[in-house]
Antibody, heavy 125, light 105 residues
């Protein structure tokens, strides 16, 4: 079964750090681009970070640049998000998501076709 | 950055209704537009990709249309399991999501 399972969430004080993990199974993890997406309480989905299949290309939403670091371990089929200098505004459910690769008339589309169930991060004193 | 404007932000409907949700982008994104369904406590689910292609396993009552800057998600006959929040997402540049549309009874 194709599956993503997040872990590592919890309660942390402002300014603290947390490392999220996403375990992939049922597919060739190394072949896929991956992203982290979050949902703050009562808010919508927000894309947070992207990493290419090679790991060489990485992007972040402006609000986490310089504080969050995404990485991947293809040998262990794992995606990670290191979160430092956490703020109350980072409180959210964090999802990892797989970007599919679908070619239509020669154009490649990469929708998020597989998602994990999410892990809750609460930043509070 | 591309701005995504989804409307309405919420709507009330009944089983059997035809429901239409729109998504407008601040610049042209060709057909790099996806639609997702999200229920509380669940993982988001891909419904439509490339503006109009139905994801495998998704009921045919869901359809998408549009290109450029204006896009539409249509549910032809609303079912009880369709009450959820729907999001558009561009994957032309910054992977931004729209604000969401909550479909409720």
């Amino acid at each position: 079964e194709v599956q993503l399972v997040e872990s590592g969430g919890g309660l942390v004080q402002p300014g603290g750090s947390l490392r999220l993990s996403c375990a992939a199974s049922g597919f060739t993890f190394s072949s896929y681009q991956m992203s982290w997406v979050r949902q703050a309480p009562g808010k919508g989905l927000e894309w947070v970070s992207y990493i290419s299949s090679s790991g060489r290309t990485i992007y972040y939403v402006d609000s986490v640049k310089g504080r969050f670091t995404v990485s991947r371990d293809d040998a262990n089929n794992s995606l990670s998000l290191q979160m430092n200098s956490l703020r109350a505004g980072d409180t959210a459910i964090y999802y990892c998501a797989r970007a599919s690769s679908i070619t239509i008339f020669g154009v490649v589309h990469r929708p998020f076709d597989i998602w994990g169930q999410g892990t809750m991060v609460t930043v509070s004193s | 950055d591309i701005q995504m404007t989804q409307s309405p932000s919420s709507l009330s409907a009944s089983v059997g209704d035809r429901v239409t949700i729109t998504c407008r982008t601040s610049q042209s994104i060709a057909n790099y537009l996806n639609w997702y369904q999200h229920k509380p406590g669940k993982a988001p689910k891909l419904l439509i990709y490339a503006a109009s292609s139905l994801q495998s396993g998704v009921p045919s009552r869901f359809s998408g249309s549009g290109a450029g800057t204006d896009f539409t998600l249509t549910i032809s006959s609303l079912q009880p399991e369709d009450f959820a929040t729907y999001y558009c997402q561009e994957n032309y540049s910054s992977l931004t999501f729209g604000g969401g549309t909550k479909v409720e009874i």
